[in-house]
């Protein structure tokens, strides 16, 4: 059991175009690249790069 061949991915592009249609699937890849840079901006947002770097200074702190 390997990865998806080169088949099975044309065939299932196939698959969405033959559902969405080829008008809709440009506003579906709009729609989901929106979404990705709201998550990122959320997750940015969110304060995790601050939290990481307090981690990191007192793991610093512990090694001296």
């Known amino acids: ?11 299932i592009l196939l698959v969405v175009l033959l559902l969405f249609g080829a008008k809709k699937i440009p506003e579906l890849a709009k729609g989901l690249g929106k979404g990705i840079r709201e998550f990122k901006k959320a997750v940015k947002d969110s304060g995790i790069e601050e939290t990481k770097a ?3 200074s007192v793991i610093e702190k512990d090694d001296e």
């Open 1 to 11: 059991m390997g990865w998806i061949g080169k088949g099975e991915v044309l065939i």
């Open 54 to 56: 307090e981690i990191e």
